[in-house]
Structures are given as C-alpha cells and as structure tokens.
C-alpha cells in the first residue's frame, strides 16, 4: 500500500492530502488512544514538510474510522518519520522559550528570526528529497505523549486503543531484529492425557520385547531337550 499519490493540478488529488493547518485552531487528539497520538503526530509533520501523507492516516479526529491495515501504515509512516530525523535537520526544534503559555508546540515561519538559526530548505529522508514548509518548536514532553509513548506500548503490546485490531508480532515498527523478542511462537499443547498414551506406547513395546525374548527362550531349551534326549538314545543304543 503506498503512503503517497502523485499530485496534479486537478482538485481531487489535492483535496485528498488537506491537512489541519498551523493557524487554525487545532482540537486536542483522543489523548486515551495511541493511534490517535500517532495521527496528529503524523499531522505535525505533515505541517512542517512536505511530507504528502494521506489525508485519512492524518485525521486524528475520526481514528476510529480506520482500518487494521491503515494502523499499520500509521505505524510505518510514524517510524519514517521518527523525531530524531526533524530535530537533527533542525525542524522541531526543542526550545522551551519559543513555546507561548502552557503550549507544548507551537510552529513558525522558516523566516521567523525568533527561531533563531537558518533552516535548510529541504532535507533527505530515506533517499528521497523533501522540502520544509515551517518548523515546530516543542519540547521532551510533547514528543513523548505523542511519539515516543504510543509506540514503546504498541510495540509492548499493552496500548490503550479502545479499538485497536493491531498487534505488535504482525509487524516490525523499528525496523531492527531487537524487536522480535516481544514476538511469542504458537505453542501446540499436547492433549491432558497425552502423558498415558505415551505410557501405554512404552507398555506395549516393553510387551513386545517381553514376547520376543520368551520364543527365543523356548527355542533353546527345546534344543536342549531334544539334545539330551538324542544322546541318551545313543548311550542306550551302544551300551
């Protein structure tokens, strides 16, 4: 499933990747679901660049209209896009001064000398070029409510999405082999009585091998017979 579209200049293909913009007043996600934390994550970024995400993994406030599948994506898209990309291209940027009140992000202009360095126009994520539309100023905590939390419980298997149908074991969200201890193979358990079957098995094979051992017994103490009783027909013949 692609996570992007070739945009033209017709209206549907826009339409399709409308964000919520920085300067409208933006509604809070649902802070008791993960996938919906994710979302608007994914929606800061798509803010600040160029990042052409689908409108519907984007829209926090109907999360719960989307698909396993769609989770999934979300999560790939939120490991695309990780953090440490935006703050080492000086995107977000962590600066508790730029931040007005009790927000815990606020973004600005590329030329807003409140930010106080020059940002680069465009960036490279996974060999491809994107340009930067805005930054985001934010701190530790809006990037761990947002980012860093609904992912280390995903992949713990214990969100708390009142809807999720994800599941951690389906796919690797750190794109690292560390991942998979978290994954835990089918198990077949063997039937209660398991234990008395094999039991009877070795019964009946001890049996057999009781059985075999006694025709051999037999055959040589016939032998023995017959022989004792030819050499005494022979002793009574010649004596």
């Known amino acids: 499933m692609s996570d992007y579209l070739n945009l033209k200049n017709d209206n549907e293909s826009k339409e399709k990747f409308l964000q919520i913009l920085p300067n409208q007043t933006t509604p809070s996600p649902d802070l008791n679901n993960d ?3 994710l979302m608007y994550y ?22 719960k209209n989307i698909s396993k599948e769609d989770e999934e994506m979300i999560l790939k898209l939120a490991q695309k896009y990780k953090p440490k990309i935006l ?23 590329l030329n807003d000398q409140r930010i106080g360095t020059k940002v680069n126009p465009d960036i490279v994520i996974e060999g491809n070029q994107i340009f930067v539309l805005q930054v985001m100023a ?10 860093h939390e609904p992912i280390e419980r995903i992949n713990k298997g214990t969100t708390n999405n009142d809807n ?25 358990n063997e039937p209660q009585n398991a234990n008395n079957i094999r039991n009877n098995n070795n019964t ?4 057999t091998g009781s059985c075999a051992y006694n025709r051999d017994c037999l ?9 004792i009783i030819s050499v005494i027909i022979i002793l009574v013949v010649y004596t």
Do not use: M
């Not at 994914?42 to 926090?60: E, G, R, T």
């Not at 934010?138 to 980012?147: E, H, M, P, V």
């Open 87 to 109: 703050v080492d291209n000086g995107i977000f940027i962590l600066n508790q001064n730029l931040l007005q009140g009790n927000s815990s992000n606020e973004f600005y202009q």
């Open 138 to 147: 934010c701190n530790y905590g809006w990037i761990s409510t947002y980012y």
């Open 42 to 63: 994914l929606n800061c970024v798509n803010i600040v660049i160029q990042a052409n995400i689908y409108h519907k993994y984007i829209d926090y406030l109907n999360y």
């Open 35 to 37: 996938i919906s934390k």
């Open 164 to 188: 999720v149908s994800y599941q951690r074991s389906n796919i690797n969200t750190n794109n690292n082999t560390n991942n998979n201890e978290n994954f835990v193979p089918f198990q077949i």
């Open 219 to 227: 055959k040589f103490y016939t032998f023995l017979i017959l022989s």
């Open 204 to 207: 009946v094979q001890n049996n």
